[in-house]
């Protein structure tokens, strides 16, 4: 392995890789093989030495900065942030990549079911969610965040059970490390954009009560978001 500290790595073989590739490097991190300073691999020999690909170890790299263990720097790599007593409690029960899996899971049925119920109550909230979205992109630029809109159609599809199962993987989005990893993936004025207009076809369709096409569109939002957020978490 070309420059910095070496450490074992052991080809990973089961489907969590991502977690698994977060483990070898936070047992690195607590034998005091990485320590605070030093600075990983690059993604390319990461993904030689763990045998996975580089989209795994970005995930891995995104769960390890979320936990305060390391930091993605532009055109600098990663960087161990975390010392061995930091490590002391490790635990990687809840990855990036799995609360996306979550939303992937429940959104998309919450748009489909907001679509076929369709409350006029309801239909009122999510044009007043959107209006106030669009009214902030307008004057700014950005927006705070498009959460509220996640919730406003959780709260049309009438089901508590879901509603409250998105709350619980919404529950992992919060944080200056997460807020972070979200302002460097919505940096470019354009990628707003797109949200907003994926934002205004969701809400279309949910009024059209058009199911099939209110859960596609929620869904490809959230691919591309997770595209966003995972790739850019890690940039080497």
């Known amino acids: 392995m070309a420059g910095g500290p070496r450490f074992a790595m052991t080809p990973v073989v089961k489907k969590s ?3 698994q590739v977060a483990d070898q490097i936070v047992a690195a991190i607590r034998d005091e093989q990485l320590k605070p300073g030093d600075k990983l691999p690059s993604e390319r020999e990461l993904a030689q030495n763990f045998d ?9 790299l995104a769960a390890l900065e979320l936990a305060g263990l390391a930091k993605s720097y532009k055109g600098r790599g990663t960087v161990v942030t975390g010392s061995a007593a930091a490590v002391a409690t490790w635990g990687v029960e809840v ?4 609360v996306f899996e979550a939303r992937l899971a429940i959104e998309p049925s919450l748009a489909a079911l907001a679509a076929e119920k369709r409350y006029p109550e309801d239909l009122r909230m999510l044009e007043s969610t959107l209006a106030k979205l669009e009214a902030e992109f307008a004057e700014t630029g950005a927006y705070s965040s498009d959460l509220p809109l996640h919730r406003a159609i959780a709260k049309a599809a009438r089901n508590p059970i879901l509603e409250q199962a998105l709350e619980e993987a919404l529950r992992h989005v919060d944080g200056p490390l997460w807020t972070e990893l979200r302002r460097r993936a919505l940096a470019e004025p354009s990628v707003r954009s797109g949200h907003i207009e994926e934002a205004r076809m969701v809400i279309k369709h949910i009024k059209a009560g058009k199911t099939a096409e209110a859960a596609e569109v929620w869904r490809q939002h959230l691919l591309t978001y997770r595209s966003e957020i995972l790739g850019g978490a890690s940039q080497q």
């Open 52 to 60: 996975v690909s580089r989209p795994t170890i970005r995930e891995a």
């Open 95 to 98: 990855l990036p990549p799995q």
């Open 17 to 19: 890789a991502a977690v």
